[in-house]
């Protein structure tokens, strides 16, 4: 009969339960690129986001902000006719509709121009940090 510790605990171990002693780490190769987790342009395409939807959110928001606090403060201005009768009030709520679609268009617009080519360069670079990795 043998008293052999188990194979996975390290024979100078006096009791299978004390904790492993730590193990060292091994050296980092250096490569000719930074990883892409701390890569600036993720920096850059998460601030071109996020001023995208700030504008967006802003656009829309800010013009309904104006038209609640119009209809509570100023009631005299939304009840005045401006044109064939109608309300101020009533013109401003339509206009709701096209500033929607104003905000919907600068998001558009600032995701084509700013934020996807961000985005495409940083994808096309990650399959070469894949590939580079798998070549490995």
């Not at 052999?4 to 190769?29: F, G, I, N, S």
């Not at 064939?84 to 401003?92: K, R, S």
Request: net charge positive; aromatic share 8%.
């Amino acid at each position: 009969m043998s008293h052999d510790p188990p194979p996975h605990v390290p024979p100078h171990l006096t009791y299978p339960w004390q904790p492993l002693p730590p193990q060292p780490v091994p050296a980092r190769q250096p490569s000719a690129r930074e990883p892409l987790g701390r890569h600036s342009d993720l920096r850059i395409l998460r601030s071109a986001y996020r001023w995208q939807r700030r504008t967006a959110t802003l656009t829309a928001l800010g013009y309904f902000t104006l038209f609640l606090v119009l209809s509570a403060y100023a009631p005299r201005f939304m009840t005045r006719p401006v044109a064939d009768g109608i309300p101020a009030g009533l013109l401003l709520a339509l206009v709701q509709l096209p500033v929607t679609w104003l905000a919907i268009a600068l998001y558009e617009h600032t995701a084509r121009r700013r934020v996807d080519p961000l985005a495409d360069r940083i994808r096309k670079q990650a399959e070469l940090d894949a590939k580079r990795g798998a070549g490995r």
